[in-house]
């Protein structure tokens, strides 16, 4: 059987996320994915497994945000090798303290069998704490 590409496959799940197509965008990661999370934040590790990224990290993140101010994801770039992949993007949003938000992220994606397997994510983390965590 052939599988999509890990271009097409990160294109595809930072599109998703970006649409609010989250079961989607979950269908792509693998059950036994890691996700890690730069710096020395309370969110700062690496995160195993769908409900880990899912549920507990990316919620956690999601809670940051005014109810209002739901940050938009827009995919600037994606260049890809093998089963890595490398994509960029900004978020832009409100942080539910009300100041606004604006970090451009980049992500090294592994691809396996058309499921996404590991992420290691890079990002402003000095902005993070400052706005969403101030």
Known sequence: MQHPDARTVVTDYVTLLAAGELDAAIALFAENATWTYPGRLA?????????????????????????????????????????????????????????????HCLGVFTVEDGRITAVREY????????TLLA
């Open 43 to 103: 969110l700062s590790r690496t995160w195993r497994g769908k409900q880990e990224i899912f549920g507990d990290f990316l919620g956690q993140v999601g809670a940051l945000f005014a109810a209002d101010g739901l940050p938009a994801i827009t995919l600037t770039h994606v260049l890809a090798d093998g089963p890595q992949a490398v994509a960029e993007w900004t978020v832009v949003g409100t942080a539910a303290n009300g100041e606004p938000y604006e970090n």
């Open 123 to 130: 990002l402003d983390t000095d902005h993070v704490a400052r």
